[in-house]
């Protein structure tokens, strides 16, 4: 059972441009959101996170938007570098109680020059 | 360097045997997360370690068993391998059980 999905697997956009990675979540006791960045033969790294009690964190070039009620969020880098260019994984917690971490399959972006 | 150390980095093993990989957490942090990455597949929830207490576990199999030690390090025990464990397992810690993880980079571990 998915509970978090990425439903794209890859995203390919200009240098310059704005990169928009989406993801959707079905459980409703999430209330907090992550995205990690990962290059190959790496581990995922932290990105940004969002609590439900926000609707949009901000951090540089990197903006995550909540929308609660659609249980959506999506992650806007603007602008888009080649240095971007990894899978994105969407994770989602409870912040009580049982926390781990649910990811989604990742979002493959790669920036053109 | 995150700070979280995997060993081995990959591991090449036959069915039906057992393996052995190692997790040590950052310095100070408390929980230790067990992930699990096959090919195309997003990471997989296995288990989790609040300061030598199991703390949740999710889609884990029994052939699958793993312990935290007093020192704080983790070591995730896969026996009676098939070829479908075949996957990068990840590590990952947090100074506190809800906060941001910090990934180690890795085990890839292949049974032919």
């Known amino acids: 059972d998915q509970q978090v999905k990425q439903n794209s697997p890859s995203l390919s956009v200009q240098e310059g441009r704005i990169s928009i990675l989406n993801c959707d979540y079905t459980?409703?006791?999430?209330?907090?959101f992550l995205w990690y960045k990962k290059y190959p033969a790496e581990g995922p790294t932290f990105l940004i996170s969002?609590?439900?009690?926000?609707d949009k964190n901000e951090d540089g070039r990197f903006t995550v938007f909540l929308n609660k009620s659609a249980k959506h969020l999506s992650l806007h880098i603007v602008p888009s570098q080649p240095g971007d260019s990894a899978v994105y994984f969407c994770?989602?917690?409870?912040?009580?109680?049982?926390?781990?971490?649910?990811f989604g399959t990742g979002t493959r972006l790669t920036v053109i020059p | 360097d995150s700070g979280v150390t995997q060993t081995p980095k990959h591991l090449i093993t036959a069915t039906g045997q057992r393996v052995t990989l190692r997790c040590s957490p950052r310095?100070?942090?408390?929980?230790v997360y067990w992930y699990q990455q096959s090919l195309d597949q997003g990471l997989q929830f296995l288990i989790q370690?609040?300061?030598?207490?199991?703390?949740a576990k999710g889609n884990i199999l029994e052939r699958f068993s793993a312990q935290q030690f007093p020192d704080l390090h983790s070591e995730l025990n896969l026996s009676s391998l098939e070829l479908g464990d075949s996957a990068l397992y990840f590590c990952?810690?947090?100074?506190?059980?809800?906060?941001?993880?910090?990934f180690g980079s890795g085990t890839r571990l292949t049974v032919v």
């Open positions: 990952a810690s947090s100074a506190r059980s809800g906060s941001g993880y910090t």
């Open positions: 459980n409703s006791m999430f209330d907090y």
């Open positions: 969002i609590s439900s009690i926000k």
């Open positions: 994770a989602a917690s409870r912040q009580t109680g049982a926390n781990n971490l649910f």
């Open positions: 310095s100070g942090d408390l929980s």
């Open positions: 370690y609040y300061n030598g207490e199991e703390r």
